[in-house]
């Protein structure tokens, strides 16, 4: 009776340990992985912001340019 109570045991202490190490394994990669990802969204996020932008200014600059050609354009073909 007593070996068949000390293999129930053992049988809960593997399935236990097998619990606890698979928790701490997940626990453990998440902590890992977790905070890089989280470092990289706002840099990520920041660098969008400023090619937005340099691209915003750069749209305002080839629009000037645009305008200046379309009025030179006019004065040609108008002499």
Same mark, same amino acid.
């Given at each position: ?5 000390? %293999?129930?045991?053992? %049988? *809960?202490?593997?399935?236990?340990? @097998? %619990? %606890?190490?698979?928790?701490? &394994?997940?626990?453990? &990669? ?5 905070? $890089? @990802? *989280? +470092? ?8 969008? $912001? ?11 600059? &080839?629009? +000037?340019?645009?305008?200046?050609? $379309?009025?030179?354009? $006019?004065?040609? &073909?108008?002499?």
């Amino acid at each position: 009776m007593t070996s068949l109570i000390n %293999k129930r045991s053992s %049988k *809960s202490n593997v399935f236990n340990m @097998h %619990k %606890k190490f698979n928790l701490g &394994l997940i626990i453990g &990669l998440g902590l890992f992985c977790l905070p $890089s @990802h *989280s +470092k990289e969204i706002p840099k990520h996020q920041e660098d969008l $912001s400023s090619i937005v932008e340099d691209v915003a200014e750069e749209m305002n600059s &080839l629009n +000037k340019n645009l305008n200046l050609l $379309s009025a030179s354009l $006019s004065r040609f &073909l108008a002499n």
